[in-house]
């Protein structure tokens, strides 16, 4: 399903460059569960960045579902459906409602309002904060903020989830 051969990621710096990923090799099967480990700065929201396709990888390829990224045009599309994020500081909008924040993801994807609401409900019972729809950001403690996200990158039934220290 996702494969990255030899990712290497660079950043330019004014001494020259720093090395963030140094030739990433792994593979990823359908339905996997896969955690991440490393210390501080190693490179894992990097790596994510690059699955995620927020960020581009300097060599290497990237392979999703067999077709290979290094001529990829459609980074938006994948983002919005094929790609779930649980943001390490959640990126809500705090003057918004739980439940607008969560309908955000599918309204960047078209999805219309009715069907807006209803899915961005359910995917907020399932994390079970359907009692707190119209609560903001601020009202809600940071576990309930982090299951808000969670109810985001789900609502779309994405392929992928990326959870960033979740």
Known sequence: MLKLKNIKKDYPTA????????????????????SIL??????KTTLLNIIGGLDRYTSGDLIINGKST???KDWDAYRNYSVGFVFQSYNLIPHQSILSNVELALTISGVSRKERKQRAI?????VGLKDYIHQRP??????QMQRVAIARALVNNPDIILADEP
Request: glycine share 18%; net charge positive; with cysteine.
């Open 15 to 34: 001494a020259g460059k720093v090395q963030a990923l140094k030739g990433i090799n792994i593979e990823f099967r359908k339905s996997e569960f896969v």
């Open 38 to 43: 490393g210390q501080s700065g190693c490179g």
């Open 70 to 72: 290094k001529k990829f």
């Open 122 to 126: 359910k995917a907020l019972e399932q």
């Open 138 to 143: 601020n009202q809600l403690s940071g576990g």
